[in-house]
T-cell receptor, first 116, second 113 residues
Framework: GDSVTQMEGPVTLSEEAFLTINCTYT??????LFWYVQYPGEGLQLLLK?????DKGSNKGFEATYRKETTSFHLEKGSVQVSDSAVYFC???????????????FGGGTRVLVKP | DTAVSQTPKYLVTQMGNDKSIKCEQN?????MYWYKQDSKKFLKIMFS???????INETVPNRFSPKSPDKAHLNLHINSLELGDSAVYFC????????????FGNGTRLTVT
């Protein structure tokens, strides 16, 4: 079955540091890939997405590139801020699953703490 | 004008009780979902409805029964609550095409004592 593996946290950084969160996946088809962010006490929000190989998703200074050859979708940000402290989830949706809607398979989440 | 709203935000109850969580979306989406997030933040889909029709039911105990009176609402009823049901439950919705992002509610933290 489909699965998503992401690095365990917590990841603790100083402000303006470089952030990388690794994500690799296993899927039967050619999935779409997502990064979601969850701030304390809130639901998940879409951060960025990519739907085909070599696509780069970007938003709010975050980037991730769909790498089919390494089945990866690593999240990066060049200079983090305290406000980036949150839990980050990598996810995929598998087009081989023909049910209507978008069944997402999530990674386990990575908590990021940015200190001033 | 919250897009996906669920109530209550917190729910504390005793073992054996029956409780419901309500969810409404005003995005005009056809598909709605329930996800369970455990204490380690792991998220797993429970159910998905498309236009009031159940399309995904992921090995969830029969004590959990979703109900969709219309495509803007998806409620979750839980019978005979158990300690292991304690978690945060998230409602979500999505539109077309099939790989469209999900929009999540802020969650309902259920604590069973």
């Amino acid at each position: 079955g489909d699965s998503v593996t992401q690095m365990e946290g917590p990841v603790t950084l100083s402000e303006e540091a470089f952030l990388t969160i690794n994500c690799t996946y296993t899927a039967t088809g050619y999935p779409s890939l997502f990064w979601y962010v969850q701030y304390p006490g809130e639901g998940l929000q879409l951060l960025l997405k990519a739907t085909k190989a070599d696509d780069k998703g970007s938003n709010k200074g975050f980037e991730a590139t769909y790498r089919k050859e390494t089945t990866s979708f690593h999240l990066e940000k060049g200079s983090v801020q305290v406000s980036d402290s949150a839990v980050y989830f990598c996810a995929l949706s598998d087009p081989m699953i023909k049910a209507a809607g978008n069944k997402l398979t999530f990674g386990g989440g990575t908590r990021v703490l940015v200190k001033p | 004008d919250t897009a996906v709203s669920q109530t209550p935000k917190y729910l504390v109850t005793q073992m054996g009780n029956d409780k419901s969580i309500k969810c409404e979306q005003n995005l005009g989406h056809d598909t709605m979902y329930w996800y369970k997030q455990d204490s380690k933040k792991f998220l797993k889909i429970m159910f998905s409805y498309n236009n009031k029709e159940l399309i995904i039911n992921e090995t969830v105990p029969n004590r959990f029964s979703p109900k969709s009176p219309d495509k803007a609402h998806l409620n979750l009823h839980i019978n005979s609550l158990e300690l292991g049901d304690s978690a945060v439950y998230f409602c979500a919705s999505s539109g077309q095409p099939n790989n469209s992002p999900l929009h999540f509610g802020n969650g309902t933290r259920l604590t069973v004592t």
